[in-house]
């Protein structure tokens, strides 16, 4: 059952990690995603990769906050971070859902005047 | 006075030219505003085939909310004094527009809600499941503004030209009918009903049907509440 290397999990969250960085860069680099929304995604990015580096964080924070099973904490902040972005993507919706109203009303009041002065100059 | 009927349509090919022709009959002054939430089916057409009514056609579906909020927003650009809302589904009855208007005109009132239940009358009140919803709004809403407002879902509404610019700004466009409700009354607007009868639909679906009933009722709910906490809005800044 022990004979885990456990070793070897942390080299493979810190080239995960590592990865995942360099994808989000990548994607804001080509414009895929906006540099505002890239920020969460980053942040949460080296969070993992300094808990990866050093496992004594991950440890301490477990103590602190009186969790048992390290790697419990780790889910908790996967979590957190997962909550933080599906909470600004609601935001976002939010806002260009408002915006797209506006725009859809503007452009029939706008092409009902058009209507208008196509029928005045006729 | 310059008086504009405003008729949100979606989806009516045929219901809405009885419903043009049933105002055009009951007052020839009035504008009659037809906004097209983008219908999948030949309203449009079957509005701009008559020269009765003035049409707005709006490019993507925004739902009843928006679409009567572009109708505010084309009453405050043409300077009408008085708007009436009215469904384009035929549920609604032309000769009853002059009940609602006379509080109005009279300056009794910034809104008027024409209601089903205020009276007991024969009219249609629509099915058991959305009465007893009906009965939950009126409940909630009465605790959240002192006022006792039997017909919170009513589309049937007449609004003075105060009430029309606010309303142009921040019309809420989830639930528009009883959010509007709390949203006036909570800004300072005097809101009246009057007894109206109304008439259950001819051609066409409702918005709402089936389990969707329940679904609506706990969102609606949901609105109001989040209305009534939110701080009163000043006219200058209320765009969301």
Partial sequence: MNNYNTDKIQYFAIAGSIIFLIFIFILVRNKKIKE??????????????????????????????????????????????????????????????????????????????????????? | ???????PAFNEEKN??????????????????????????????????????????????????????????????????????????????ANEIPKLLEPIINNKCDVVIGSRFLINHKGYKSTKIRRFGIKIFQLVNSI?????????????????????HFLSDCYPTDYPEPESVILLSKNGYKILEVSTVMKEREEGKSSISGFKNFAYMINVLLAIIMNSIRPTIKQENCNE
Avoid at chain 1, 70 to 79: E, G, K, R, S, T
Wanted: aromatic letters at 10%.
């Fill in chain 2, 144 to 164: 959240l503004i002192n006022q006792k407002i039997t017909d919170n879902t009513s589309g049937f509404r007449a609004y003075n030209k105060k009430a029309l």
């Fill in chain 2, 1 to 7: 006075m310059k008086i504009l009927i405003i008729v």
């Fill in chain 2, 16 to 93: 809405i030219l009885k419903v043009i022709d049933s105002l055009n009959k009951q007052n020839p002054e009035w504008n009659i505003l037809i906004i097209n939430d983008c219908s999948e089916d030949n309203t449009l057409n079957v509005c701009e085939s008559t020269d009765r009514a003035i049409v707005i056609n709006l490019c993507s579906n925004i739902g009843i909310g928006g679409t009567v909020q572009t109708g505010f927003r084309f009453a405050q650009n043409n300077d009408y004094d008085i708007a009436v809302q009215f469904d384009g589904d035929g549920q609604h009855i």
């Fill in chain 1, 36 to 122: 505002e929304y890239s920020i969460l995604w980053l942040f949460f990015g080296i969070i993992f990769l300094l808990i990866s580096l050093w496992r004594d964080v991950l440890i301490q924070l477990s103590n602190f906050l009186g969790i048992a099973y390290p790697p419990v904490a780790f889910i908790l902040i996967l979590i957190l971070g997962i909550f933080l972005i599906l909470i600004q993507y609601s935001i976002v919706i939010s806002n260009l859902k408002e915006k797209n109203k506006d725009l859809v009303q503007r452009i029939g009041l706008m092409e009902h005047e058009i209507k208008k002065k196509e029928k005045h100059s006729d």
